[in-house]
């Protein structure tokens, strides 16, 4: 970007500053520190222009270090939040290559316990050895009432 001439007027007097910003900015920017140098010099009546300028150039430095501190401090949370995150991705895709694994030694097992017979979910297990006992009951004519035992049962 090509560089601009800025006229600025500050406590009374003018000046000319060459700048890569934007007029508008320089002329805000100027208007704050006409501001505050005024400001400083109605406080104390003896200060002169110059001790105004020294005292808010310092205020501003206090400011920009204070500012510069605190983003590095900030700067220093995020990159944390940011290795801890990276963390948590690692673990999480360990926990879930461990479920694979433990999916597929299940099934592994559900399908070598009963060779013979479909695969029964180990959540419904013996569910369906109750009701098969009971279908061939029925079918026999060994119909039972709830709480009367069968002849094999004692």
Request: aromatic share 4%; net charge negative.
């Amino acid at each position: 970007m090509a560089s601009i001439r800025v006229r600025l007027e500050i406590c009374g007097s003018s000046y000319v500053v060459s700048t890569t910003d934007s007029e508008d900015y320089m002329l805000k920017l100027a208007e704050r520190l006409d501001h505050d140098m005024n400001e400083m010099m109605m406080n104390s009546p003896n200060a002169s222009v110059t001790a105004a300028a020294v005292v808010t150039a310092l205020a501003y430095l206090d400011d920009a270090e204070k500012s510069a501190s605190s983003s590095d401090n900030m700067r220093g949370q995020i990159q944390g939040y940011l290795e801890d995150a990276a963390k948590a991705r690692l673990a999480a895709e360990e926990a879930r290559r461990e479920v694979d694994r433990l999916r597929k030694e299940l099934a592994f097992y559900e399908g070598k316990s009963r060779p013979t017979r479909q695969a029964e979910p180990l959540l419904n297990y013996g569910q369906g050895r109750a009701a098969a006992k009971d279908e061939a009951k029925a079918e026999a004519g060994e119909e039972q009432m709830p709480g009367q035992m069968g002849m094999g049962e004692v």
